[in-house]
């Protein structure tokens, strides 16, 4: 049989202040960001979003194609016409945009 002895986690002397006070560190998660973002829903026709959230859902660009009854190069001309619009470089910025969107 094996004692566990509990361990009580306490902060010796004082806690630093966070150099950064801002509300979110990452600059699409802040709420002017956000807001941006769900202002673009308007903006992306509602293909780009069906793209969007199948690409953000983990699909491949062929899946996306054969779920949407498209070929996989109107899928890569939705997601790239995504990135212009939005200045997106990434997939995982895209996903980050899906949530943010609630696709």
Same mark, same amino acid.
């Given at each position: #049989?094996? *004692?566990?002895? &509990? =361990? *009580?986690?306490? &902060?010796?002397?004082? =806690?630093?202040?966070?150099?950064?006070?801002?509300?979110?560190?990452?600059?699409? #998660?802040?709420? +002017?960001?956000?807001?941006?973002?769900? $202002?673009?829903?308007?903006?992306?026709?509602?293909? $780009?979003? $069906?793209?969007?959230?199948?690409?953000?859902?983990?699909?491949?660009?062929?899946?996306?194609?054969?779920? #949407?009854?498209?070929?996989?190069?109107? +899928?890569?001309?939705?997601?790239?016409?995504?990135?212009?619009?939005?200045?997106? *470089?990434?997939?995982?910025?895209?996903?980050?945009?899906?949530?943010?969107?609630?696709?």
């Amino acid at each position: #049989m094996v *004692n566990l002895v &509990p =361990v *009580n986690l306490v &902060p010796v002397g004082p =806690v630093p202040p966070d150099p950064d006070p801002s509300p979110a560190k990452d600059p699409l #998660m802040s709420p +002017v960001a956000l807001t941006e973002h769900t $202002e673009t829903a308007v903006v992306l026709a509602p293909r $780009e979003r $069906e793209t969007l959230k199948h690409i953000a859902a983990g699909c491949t660009y062929l899946q996306a194609a054969r779920l #949407m009854g498209l070929s996989r190069h109107t +899928v890569d001309a939705y997601l790239r016409r995504i990135r212009a619009k939005l200045d997106i *470089n990434t997939t995982a910025e895209l996903t980050r945009l899906a949530i943010s969107l609630g696709l």
